[in-house]
C-alpha cells in the first residue's frame, strides 16, 4: 500500500467510482464513475480498475491511530474486496472530504472511525451490490443466484466466475443501490479481526515520510527566532550579521518572529544566531510557575459565568448533612509530539502548495489561503504521516503553516521551516492550566444532594473558534463537568445531581492552549472523580459502588466499572505500601473505567504506577489490536502527565526547553497494562483520545488509598506526595 | 570536503565540518530515517550505529564520523530480526522514533543476544516514546531475541 500525495490518481476514470460527500442532513452515496475528467471533483472514496485494484481515499491524518488501515477495512468489508488488492490515497483537502462527524476535514475528536463508519460501510455495500448486478446482466441469471466473495462473483449453478476488475467497467454505467443491506457481523470478513497495519512497514524500513521528511526541488530551509516572552516584541536585530553566514539567503520578519532563509538548515541556525536578537519584555513580564497558579486560583473567588443551574445548589448545601468543599491545581503541560512542528510551502503566483503533517486540512487551507491571497481551491495540501498528533496539529495548529507560507512568499521559493524542540516546547500551545473548586452536600444516608463546581482557566476556543465562546462560557473547557446536551460532539456528563451548579471564570492570561488529547477531559476528569472519591470516603462508603449508586441507567459506565473491578480484584486486601484506586470517564463516544495499583515510598515521595487493568467499551471494534495500543498509549501518556509533566513559566514566558528539563515517562516507569475490551453492539465510539482521562484520577485515588493523603495536584512529584503526606 | 561511509557506501559531501551528522544524512545524503527529536542527545530519534554501536547523530559533528563505518536504518538489512519482530508485533504507532529506537534495539542485541530485564530497561530508559508503545518495544524485543536464537545467528 504505497500512499501517494498526487493529485494526478483521481483524473483516470476506468472503473467504478463510488463517492461520499458530506451534505448538510449527512451524507450522500454516490456513483461518481462517470465525471469527466475536466469536470472531475475528487470525491471519490474507492474506485476498482480493471487491474482489480481497490484504491480507498483516506480522508485523514494517519498518526498512529491506524485509519489507513481501518477506515479500507470497512470498505473492503462491505464491498467483498480481496484486501490483497486494496490500495490507499491519501486525500487532498477538499470539501467532500470533511469528517461528518465535524463538519471539516479533520482528524481530531477521536472522529475518524466513528465519523466514517456508516458512510463507508454504505459505499462500500453499494459497490458489491453494483458488482453483483453487472455479474447477473452478463450472465443473464437471476441477482439472487450470484454471490460476492473476496474480490470476485460467482454463480454457482453454472460454476462461472469474474473478478471485479472485469465487472467494474459494466457496474460503473449502473444506477447506485438506494439503500445497500450492510453485513451482519458474523459476515465480517475483516472488521473485528485484527489486521496488520498498512503503514507500519515503510515506518520500520525507515521509509516513512513525515513532515520533515519532505523534499521539494530547490527547496530552502527557513528558522524563525521567536519571542522568548509572551507579547515580546523584537526592540533591534542585526540582519546584516545574519545575512553575512554562508549560505543565508533572507531575512525576513514573519507573524511569528523573523525567519532566517538559507541554503541549509545549518546555515538558517547560524543566520538566527547572528542575528543577536534584542525583545522587549512582552506583555506579562513577572510571569512564572506562581504567578500563573495564583491567578487560577484566585479567579475562583471572582465571579464568573453560569454554565448551568439546576434546582437550589445553596440552599441543598446549606442543608447538608455534610459538606466538602475542595480545591484542585492542575499545571500546563506540553505535547513535545516526537516530530518537532514543521512544514513546507511553496506560493507561486497562480497556486500554492503546502507539505504538512497536519491534523487540520480545512483550516490549512485556509490561513494558507488566506496568507497567499489565493483561493482555498488554489491551494493544495499534502497530508504526510505525522509523528505524532496529540491535539497539537489541529485546528488551532496553523503556526507552522503560517511560518512556512510567510517565509515562502517573501524568498519566492519551496520553503521548509522547522522547528526546534526549544521552539516547540516555548512557543507553542499547551495543555491548558486549570484551577478549580467544588462544593458538594451529603445527606445522613451518604447521598450526594449538591454539587457547585468553579473552573478557572483559559479559554480553549480563542485561538481557532471565539465564535464558540458565548456569554462567558467556553463550553470545551468544562468537557467532562458539563456539556450541552445538544452537542453531538461532547463527552458525557454521567452523574446526575438533584442540584448542580457549574459556574467558569476565563483567565486573561497570555499561555496560548489547545486540545492535547481529549481535549480538557483529562484535566476535569482528575478533578471530577478524585473529589468522588473524597466523596465515597466522607460518606463512608466503598468508591465504587459510591459510584455505582450516582449511575443510575448509565449501563455502559455501570459495565466497564463492575468489569474493571471484577478483573483488578477491587475489593481485595492490597499489601502495605501499596495503594489501588479507581476511577472511570466517557469521551468522545468511549466509556472507560481503570484500576490503578501503586506503591507509595513514604520516605522519598516516590510513586511506582505498578499495574492499570482498563475496561473499555467503544460499541463495534473495527481493528482491535490499534484500539488496544491506543488504550496503551494514552495510559501511558496519562501516567506521565500525572506523575511527571509540567512547564515552568519565567520571566514572562516557557523555561522549560527540551527533554532534559521537560521529562516524560521513560521505560522503567511504564506500569504492567492490561485493557478488557466490553463486547457491545452500541453506538460506536472513539478511542484515540478516551484512554488519557481516568489515568490520573486513578492513580491519585491508589495514592489516597495507600498513603491516606489527598493529593489535589499534579503532578505527583515526590515533593508534592511528601508535603500532602506530612500534611495528613 | 567530507568523506562519509554509510551503509556500505563512500560519499564526499560539500559541509562543514561542525554540522550534526545528523543533518549530514538527512539533508544531504536524503537518508531521512534517523529523525530529529531534540538536538541534545536526550530522546534517541536520531540514533545510527557508528562502527556497530548505538549513538546519537543529532549530537555528533559530522567532521567526528570520517573515517567510521555508519549505518543507519536503511542500512539496517530487511530481514533484520529487529525490524521483523517490529512488524510481527505490530510495534508502532506514529512511528517517527521507532527507527532509532529500532538501532538502539539492534546494537543492545549485538552486544548482548538475550539481555536480561535490567539491560534492557537500562538500554530502552536511554530514548523516548512519545505515543506509549512501550509494552510493545519489550515485546518486540523478547520477538527478535526468539527469532534469533531460532535461526541461530
Known amino acids: 500500500?504505497?500512499?501517494?500525495?498526487?493529485?494526478?490518481?483521481?483524473?483516470?476514470?476506468?472503473?467504478?467510482?463510488?463517492?461520499?460527500?458530506?451534505?448538510?442532513?449527512?451524507?450522500?452515496?454516490?456513483?461518481?464513475?462517470?465525471?469527466?475528467?475536466?469536470?472531475?471533483?475528487?470525491?471519490?472514496?474507492?474506485?476498482?480498475?480493471?487491474?482489480?485494484?481497490?484504491?480507498?481515499?483516506?480522508?485523514?491524518?494517519?498518526?498512529?491511530?491506524?485509519?489507513?488501515?481501518?477506515?479500507?477495512?470497512?470498505?473492503?468489508?462491505?464491498?467483498?474486496?480481496d484486501w490483497k488488492k486494496v490500495r490507499i490515497l491519501q486525500a487532498p483537502a477538499a470539501d467532500p472530504f470533511k469528517n461528518p462527524l465535524m463538519g471539516a476535514q479533520v482528524t481530531v475528536a477521536s472522529a475518524a472511525t466513528r465519523g466514517f463508519y456508516e458512510p463507508l460501510r454504505k459505499a462500500g455495500a453499494a459497490g458489491r451490490?453494483?458488482?453483483?448486478?453487472?455479474?447477473?446482466?452478463?450472465?443473464?441469471?437471476?441477482?439472487?443466484?450470484?454471490?460476492?466473495?473476496?474480490?470476485?462473483?460467482?454463480?454457482?449453478?453454472?460454476?462461472?466466475?469474474?473478478?471485479y476488475g472485469k465487472l467494474c467497467q459494466k457496474a460503473a454505467t449502473l444506477e447506485l443501490p438506494k439503500d445497500p443491506p450492510l453485513k451482519q457481523e458474523s459476515e465480517f470478513r475483516y472488521m473485528g479481526k485484527s489486521m496488520p497495519r498498512v503503514d507500519i512497514p515503510e515506518k520500520v524500513a525507515g521509509k516513512a515520510v513525515f513532515g520533515l521528511d519532505v523534499n521539494v526541488p530547490d527547496m530552502l530551509y527557513a528558522v524563525l527566532a521567536r519571542p522568548p516572552a509572551y507579547g515580546a516584541k523584537p526592540l533591534s536585530f542585526d540582519?546584516?550579521?545574519?545575512?553575512?553566514?554562508?549560505?543565508?539567503?533572507?531575512?525576513?520578519?514573519?507573524?511569528?518572529?523573523?525567519?532566517?532563509?538559507?541554503?541549509?538548515?545549518?546555515?538558517?541556525?547560524?543566520?538566527?544566531?547572528?542575528?543577536?536578537?534584542?525583545?522587549?519584555?512582552?506583555?506579562?513580564?513577572?510571569?512564572?510557575?506562581?504567578?500563573?497558579?495564583?491567578?487560577?486560583?484566585?479567579?475562583?473567588?471572582?465571579?464568573?459565568?453560569?454554565?448551568?443551574?439546576?434546582?437550589?445548589?445553596k440552599k441543598a448545601l446549606g442543608e447538608a448533612a455534610?459538606?466538602?468543599?475542595?480545591?484542585?491545581?492542575?499545571?500546563?503541560?506540553?505535547?513535545?509530539?516526537?516530530?518537532?512542528?514543521?512544514?513546507t510551502a511553496h506560493v507561486q503566483n497562480d497556486r500554492c502548495d503546502v507539505w504538512v503533517p497536519t491534523q487540520a486540512q480545512t483550516g490549512t487551507q485556509m490561513?494558507?489561503?488566506?496568507?497567499?491571497?489565493?483561493?482555498?481551491?488554489?491551494?493544495?495540501?499534502?497530508?504526510?504521516?505525522?509523528?505524532?498528533?496529540?491535539?497539537r496539529r489541529g485546528s488551532q495548529g496553523r503556526d507552522y503553516v503560517i511560518d512556512a507560507v510567510a517565509a515562502s512568499k517573501a524568498v519566492g521559493k519551496p520553503v521548509k521551516v522547522v522547528w526546534s524542540r526549544e521552539e516547540d516546547i516555548k512557543n507553542g500551545f499547551l495543555r491548558a492550566a486549570y484551577g478549580q473548586r467544588i462544593s458538594a452536600g451529603l445527606d445522613t444516608q451518604g447521598q450526594v444532594t449538591a454539587w457547585s463546581h468553579k473552573v478557572a482557566c483559559t479559554s480553549i476556543s480563542k485561538f481557532a473558534n471565539p465564535a464558540a465562546i458565548k456569554n462567558g462560557i467556553d463550553i470545551y473547557c468544562l468537557w467532562g463537568i458539563y456539556d450541552l446536551p445538544t452537542n453531538p460532539q461532547l463527552s458525557h456528563t454521567v452523574y446526575e445531581f438533584p442540584n448542580f451548579y457549574v459556574e467558569q471564570v476565563l483567565s486573561d492570561l497570555p499561555i496560548p492552549v489547545c486540545p492535547w488529547r481529549s481535549v480538557t477531559n483529562a484535566q476535569n476528569a482528575f478533578v471530577v472523580e478524585s473529589f468522588m472519591d473524597e466523596l465515597a470516603h466522607a460518606a463512608g462508603k466503598d468508591p465504587l459502588e459510591?459510584?455505582?449508586?450516582?449511575?443510575?441507567?448509565?449501563?455502559?459506565?455501570?459495565?466497564?466499572?463492575?468489569?474493571?473491578?471484577?478483573?483488578?480484584?477491587?475489593?481485595?486486601?492490597?499489601?502495605?505500601?501499596?495503594?489501588?484506586?479507581?476511577?472511570?470517564?466517557s469521551c468522545f463516544g468511549g466509556f472507560l473505567a481503570y484500576v490503578a495499583d501503586v506503591s507509595v515510598n513514604e520516605k522519598d515521595g516516590t510513586i511506582k504506577v505498578d499495574r492499570i487493568v482498563a475496561a473499555v467499551d467503544i460499541g463495534p471494534v473495527v481493528n482491535p489490536n490499534p484500539v488496544l495500543a491506543q488504550v496503551e498509549g494514552g495510559i501511558i501518556e496519562g501516567v506521565s502527565t500525572t506523575l511527571k509533566e509540567q512547564v515552568e513559566f519565567a520571566n514572562g514566558g516557557v523555561k522549560s526547553a527540551n527533554f532534559d528539563d521537560y521529562k516524560i515517562l521513560r521505560m522503567s516507569e511504564i506500569p504492567e497494562i492490561e485493557i478488557h475490551l466490553v463486547k457491545s453492539n452500541e453506538k460506536i465510539g472513539g478511542i484515540g483520545e478516551p484512554g488519557v482521562p481516568p489515568t490520573a484520577p486513578a492513580i491519585a485515588n491508589a495514592v489516597f488509598n495507600a498513603t491516606g493523603a489527598r493529593i489535589r495536584r499534579l503532578p505527583l512529584t515526590p515533593e508534592i506526595v511528601l508535603a500532602a503526606i506530612r500534611s495528613k | 570536503?567530507?568523506?562519509?561511509?554509510?551503509?556500505?557506501?563512500?560519499?564526499?559531501?560539500?559541509?562543514?565540518?561542525?554540522?550534526?551528522?545528523?543533518?549530514?544524512?538527512?539533508?544531504?545524503?536524503?537518508?531521512?530515517?534517523?529523525?530529529?527529536?531534540?538536538?541534545?542527545?536526550?530522546?534517541?530519534?536520531?540514533?545510527?550505529?557508528?562502527?556497530?554501536?548505538?549513538?546519537?547523530?543529532?549530537?555528533?559533528?559530522?567532521?567526528?564520523?570520517?573515517?567510521?563505518?555508519?549505518?543507519?536504518i536503511e542500512g539496517l538489512p530487511e530481514n533484520h530480526p529487529v525490524k521483523r519482530a517490529w512488524i510481527e508485533e505490530q510495534v508502532v504507532q506514529c512511528g517517527y522514533c521507532q527507527p532509532g529506537i529500532m538501532m538502539q534495539v539492534a546494537s543492545l542485541l549485538s552486544e548482548s543476544r538475550n539481555p536480561n530485564p535490567?539491560?534492557?530497561?537500562?538500554?530502552?530508559?536511554?530514548?523516548?516514546?512519545?505515543?506509549?508503545?512501550?509494552?510493545?518495544?519489550?515485546?518486540?524485543?523478547?520477538?527478535?531475541?526468539?527469532?534469533?536464537?531460532?535461526?541461530?545467528?
Open chain 1, 1 to 81: 500500500m504505497n500512499p501517494t500525495i498526487s493529485r494526478r490518481s483521481f483524473l483516470k476514470i476506468t472503473g467504478l467510482t463510488i463517492g461520499v460527500s458530506l451534505t448538510p442532513f449527512g451524507y450522500n452515496v454516490m456513483n461518481s464513475s462517470a465525471q469527466k475528467e475536466g469536470a472531475f471533483k475528487p470525491n471519490a472514496w474507492f474506485e476498482i480498475t480493471p487491474d482489480n485494484l481497490v484504491t480507498v481515499t483516506v480522508p485523514g491524518s494517519e498518526m498512529g491511530q491506524g485509519i489507513r488501515t481501518a477506515l479500507p477495512m470497512m470498505v473492503a468489508d462491505e464491498l467483498e474486496a
Open chain 1, 129 to 163: 451490490v453494483m458488482l453483483v448486478k453487472a455479474a447477473a446482466q452478463t450472465w443473464k441469471v437471476p441477482e439472487e443466484e450470484c454471490t460476492a466473495f473476496n474480490g470476485t462473483v460467482k454463480h454457482k449453478k453454472s460454476n462461472r466466475s469474474l473478478t
Open chain 1, 239 to 313: 540582519q546584516n550579521a545574519a545575512e553575512k553566514i554562508k549560505g543565508v539567503r533572507k531575512v525576513a520578519p514573519s507573524p511569528n518572529g523573523i525567519a532566517v532563509c538559507a541554503e541549509s538548515l545549518d546555515a538558517a541556525w547560524k543566520g538566527r544566531e547572528a542575528l543577536q536578537v534584542k525583545w522587549d519584555r512582552g506583555s506579562h513580564p513577572d510571569m512564572n510557575n506562581d504567578f500563573v497558579e495564583k491567578n487560577l486560583i484566585e479567579s475562583l473567588d471572582k465571579p464568573g459565568a453560569v454554565a448551568t443551574n439546576v434546582g437550589d445548589v
Open chain 1, 322 to 343: 455534610k459538606k466538602l468543599e475542595a480545591t484542585y491545581y492542575v499545571p500546563a503541560v506540553a505535547h513535545t509530539t516526537m516530530e518537532p512542528m514543521n512544514c
Open chain 1, 367 to 391: 490561513v494558507a489561503s488566506q496568507l497567499s491571497g489565493l483561493p482555498p481551491a488554489k491551494v493544495h495540501v499534502h497530508t504526510t504521516l505525522l509523528g505524532c498528533g496529540l491535539g
Open chain 1, 546 to 585: 459510591f459510584r455505582m449508586h450516582l449511575l443510575g441507567n448509565r449501563m455502559r459506565v455501570r459495565r466497564v466499572l463492575q468489569t474493571v473491578a471484577e478483573k483488578a480484584g477491587w475489593g481485595k486486601p492490597v499489601p502495605k505500601g501499596k495503594g489501588r484506586g479507581i476511577a472511570q470517564h
Open chain 2, 1 to 72: 570536503m567530507i568523506s562519509l561511509n554509510v551503509n556500505g557506501k563512500s560519499y564526499k559531501i560539500d559541509v562543514s565540518d561542525d554540522v550534526p551528522l545528523l543533518w549530514v544524512l538527512r539533508d544531504y545524503l536524503k537518508l531521512t530515517g534517523a529523525k530529529f527529536g531534540c538536538g541534545i542527545g536526550e530522546c534517541g530519534a536520531c540514533t545510527v550505529h557508528i562502527n556497530g554501536k548505538a549513538e546519537r547523530s543529532c549530537t555528533i559533528p559530522v567532521g567526528k564520523a570520517q573515517g567510521k563505518k555508519i549505518t543507519t
Open chain 2, 118 to 153: 535490567e539491560k534492557i530497561i537500562g538500554a530502552m530508559d536511554d530514548v523516548i516514546c512519545r505515543c506509549g508503545t512501550h509494552p510493545r518495544i519489550k515485546k518486540g524485543i523478547r520477538k527478535a531475541v526468539q527469532l534469533m536464537r531460532k535461526e541461530g545467528n
